[in-house]
Nanobody
Framework: QVQLVESGGGLVQPGGSLRLSCAASGSIVSLNIMGWYRQAPGKQRELVARITSAGSINYAESVKGRFTISSDNAKKTVYLQMNSLKPEDTAVYYC????????????????WGQGTQVTVSS
């Protein structure tokens, strides 16, 4: 059984900060990409930020300069530090692991977390 466990969501005022964490567990041989996506009500799920095991990082334009993604490869954990939060950042944030190799299973898998709610409101 492989899973991603997220934590750190909640309610914050505009201009505030939150830190999300996501830990992968299970029969994982290797994991190349971890990232965060978000989905606001009535909108499609979108990429927020992702990081490869080699340290390459991509951000959505809307979060550049405000959000920082980091990872601990040994712990198979990814973090998202969110600063200067805006009401438009309100969404369910999903952790994602891609290009995952599992023991006893051929090929690569993509895994999603259950999602954590982030609400930015005064």
């Amino acid at each position: 059984q492989v899973q991603l466990v997220e934590s750190g969501g909640g309610l914050v005022q505009p201009g505030g900060s939150l830190r999300l964490s996501c830990a992968a567990s299970g029969s994982i041989v290797s994991l190349n990409i971890m990232g965060w996506y978000r989905q606001a009500p009535g909108k499609q799920r979108e990429l927020v930020a992702r990081i490869t095991s080699a340290g390459s990082i991509n951000y959505a334009e809307s979060v550049k300069g405000r959000f920082t993604i980091s990872s601990d490869n040994a712990k198979k954990t990814v973090y998202l530090q969110m600063n200067s939060l805006k009401p438009e950042d309100t969404a369910v944030y999903y952790c994602n692991a891609d290009q995952v190799r599992l023991y006893g299973i051929l090929g690569y898998k993509m895994i999603w977390g259950q999602g954590t709610q982030v609400t930015v409101s005064s």
